[in-house]
């Protein structure tokens, strides 16, 4: 694996020529205007993604994955993506040989972001020159890192069946007013047993805990925007600040207070 490094350490994204396989980014830093997204496209290398600050989404066909700085974004080899940045970001890339790609999932992912890991993708990804050997050492601890740690449950699938999408988007555009499946079902003229069923068949979820990954993924992006906990957990439809931070705090690994604050630090 080479050790080239970008010149500088952190190259603006509309320089990357995505439509280009063989130009395949080196590991280093880019960084992302707040709701800037790049384009779709591929690589022949499996890579983790760290947000070093802001947040970043991953987007495929089959849904989005949220990646805040206490997580990394697997995207395995020739899986075609797309990344958006919530707030202004600073993107680190990792790539993998197919050896250590092979201990990772098979689909895309986020992984922990352990102290460890975070520090080593860090150190890889600065303008400080490192051999081959210690770069292949440092890859091989953050890869080691990710799989003492269970993948996180921050994807958010992408619905395909028309009634199922139809309730999704009812739901996406109003989140600060709950809406119960017997709700959805009158207002998309389908059976509530239906829409259990495509909720369990598509996402491999219930209702109730996909809106809960909806809520954590808007939660995300507005405390990192430094909308107030309080105000957050009202928008994302949580009925009390105490509930919001009950159900965020295991799936980011950190109270939204702290996340929020870690954000704006950055």
Do not use: K
């Not at 290398?45 to 849904?63: E, I, K, M, Q």
């Not at 080593?120 to 020159?129: N, P, Q």
């Not at 988007?169 to 069923?197: F, K, Q, Y």
């Not at 009950?246 to 939204?256: A, I, N």
Request: charged letters at 20%.
């Amino acid at each position: 694996m080479s050790n080239t490094r970008q010149s500088s350490r952190l190259v603006d994204l509309n320089l990357v020529d995505f439509d280009s396989l063989t130009a395949l980014p080196m590991e280093g830093a880019y960084r992302f205007a707040h709701a800037e997204t790049s384009p779709r496209h591929a690589h022949p290398l499996g890579h983790l993604v760290h947000a070093a600050s802001g947040v970043l989404s991953l987007l495929t066909d089959d849904g989005s994955w949220i990646a805040p700085s206490t997580r990394m974004a697997w995207v395995p080899a020739g899986a075609e993506h797309r990344h958006r940045a919530h707030g202004r970001t600073d993107m680190r890339i990792v790539h993998l040989s197919d050896e250590l790609a092979a201990l990772l999932p098979a689909t895309p992912a986020v992984l922990v972001a352990t102290p460890l890991a975070r520090e080593a993708v860090l150190a890889m990804t600065s303008d400080h020159s490192r051999s081959t050997g210690a770069l292949d050492h440092l890859r091989r601890v953050v890869v080691d890192e990710a799989v003492t740690a269970p993948e996180q449950p921050l994807h958010l699938p992408e619905p395909h069946d028309p009634r199922l999408r139809r309730a999704a988007r009812i739901v996406e555009d109003d989140l600060a007013l709950p809406v119960s499946l017997g709700e959805l079902s009158a207002r998309t003229g389908t059976a509530e047993r239906t829409l259990s069923r495509l909720f369990q068949q598509e996402t491999g979820m219930g209702y109730r805990q996909w809106r809960l990954q909806l809520r954590v993924h808007r939660a995300l992006v507005l405390l990192a925007h430094g909308t107030s906990v309080t105000h957050t957990a009202a928008a994302c439809g949580w009925a009390t600040t105490s509930q919001c931070i009950e159900q965020f705090t295991p799936l980011v690994g950190m109270t939204p207070g702290r996340y929020r604050a870690s954000q704006l630090a950055a």
